[in-house]
């Protein structure tokens, strides 16, 4: 049974940092790229930052471009999203994922964590 799950979350103030984990287990996971993604209430899935498999290549939404860094640790079956210069328009529930294909898309994923909340106050 696949499960990912997601800690790290909370409320930050504005320009503060947090980082996100999300553990897996169930999988091969040095075959997945793991992408994180977030929500709020009304609006679709929004993809955030992704990761190769091997941790070469990443990929980042316009929106956390230079704040964000995404990065795994295949030994411990992890992936990590370093948050940094936080602002409200980042509050959202955080949800990892793994995927065999594509990356930006959220239907390329197979596994989904539970989310964790993220709230920035201004």
């Known amino acids: 049974q696949v499960q990912l799950v997601e800690s790290g979350g909370g409320l930050v103030q504005a320009g503060g940092s947090l980082k996100l984990s999300c553990a897996a287990s169930g999988l091969t996971f040095s075959t997945y790229a793991m992408g994180w993604f977030r929500q709020t209430p009304g609006k679709e899935r929004e993809f955030v930052a992704a990761?190769?498999?091997?941790?070469?290549?990443?990929y980042y939404a316009d929106s956390v471009k230079g704040r964000f860094t995404i990065s795994r640790d295949n030994a411990k079956n992890t992936v990590f999203l370093q948050m940094n210069r936080l602002t409200p328009e980042d509050t959202a529930v955080y949800y990892c994922?793994?995927?065999?294909?594509?990356?930006?898309?959220?239907?390329?994923?197979?596994?989904w964590g539970q989310g964790t909340q993220v709230t920035v106050s201004s």
């Open positions: 994922a793994g995927s065999r294909g594509g990356v930006r898309g959220a239907r390329n994923y197979d596994y």
């Open positions: 990761i190769g498999w091997s941790g070469a290549t990443t």
